[in-house]
């Protein structure tokens, strides 16, 4: 997985993406989960995002998003989540942003799960997995200049797929598995940011070494745009490592 990482890498670097409008991002997430019980789940992710390459004259800029939630699940259809994220970004060289943005959400199993008595952890009933997430975001900016705070409500819909390739299930221990999703953000006001409003497309490689331990590596595009009447003429691009830890 390194390897492909690595390449696809160089190749956006190396590319004629590179060269026009679009920005070249790394992003990393480490998440720490604790099952507690087959209904409830607490963890806390930790994201930091970077800009690899970006057009000339554009900002720098980095983000940290810090995140505990805990997720319910009722029944074998529907999860309830529930979450703060925290988050620091340097929008320029000369703002920056701290968020604090409560949020809440419901996965929807389309093709339901099982629970596992076992290890609490619940099983897809079938090899392909297929979800669908929608969050309602309270957004809250503060800047370091003298503007004003801001504050907006957006919602997020996510349909996310998932298919192992060497196992039965994408639960099985050592199961390597294909991931794909879609992502649309919707935004009521203008805020003083990068990008509120956007399409997000990721697709890659995940692998489940144990119960406690998974990794995955994705390739992202998105589709953005700074306020809600304009078009998506942006398109910027990110390779997405991801590590959880499960306890």
Do not use: C
């Amino acid at each position: 997985m390194k390897v492909a990482l690595t390449i696809v890498v160089m190749t956006l670097l190396n590319s004629d993406v590179a060269a026009d409008d679009s920005d070249i991002q790394l992003w990393g997430e480490m998440t720490l989960a604790w099952i507690k019980s087959h209904h409830v789940t607490y963890s806390v992710d930790i994201e930091p995002k970077v800009l690899v390459a970006k057009p000339t004259g554009d900002p720098e800029w980095a983000t940290l998003d810090v995140t505990p939630a805990v997720e319910f699940a009722h029944g074998q259809w529907v999860d309830l989540t529930g979450d703060l994220v925290l988050g620091w970004t340097k929008q320029s060289n000369d703002l920056n942003t701290t968020e604090v943005r409560p949020r809440v959400g419901l996965r929807f199993h389309i093709l339901s799960n099982l629970r596992d008595d076992v290890l609490k952890e619940r099983v897809p009933r079938r090899r392909l997995v297929l979800r669908n997430l929608i969050r309602f975001e309270w957004r809250n900016l503060y800047y370091s200049t003298d503007k004003p705070d801001s504050s907006t409500f957006r919602i997020r819909d996510r349909v996310e797929t998932l298919y192992p390739l060497n196992k039965g299930k994408v639960t099985a221990d050592g199961a390597t598995y294909l991931l794909a999703d879609a992502e649309w953000f919707w935004t009521e006001d203008d805020l003083d940011e990068r990008f509120a409003s956007k399409k997000r497309f990721r697709a890659g490689l995940g692998h489940r070494h144990s119960v406690r331990w998974r990794f995955e590596g994705l390739f992202v595009w998105e589709r953005t745009r700074k306020e809600p009447t304009d078009t998506f003429d942006t398109s910027d691009y990110a390779v997405d490592v991801r590590v959880k830890r499960v306890w």
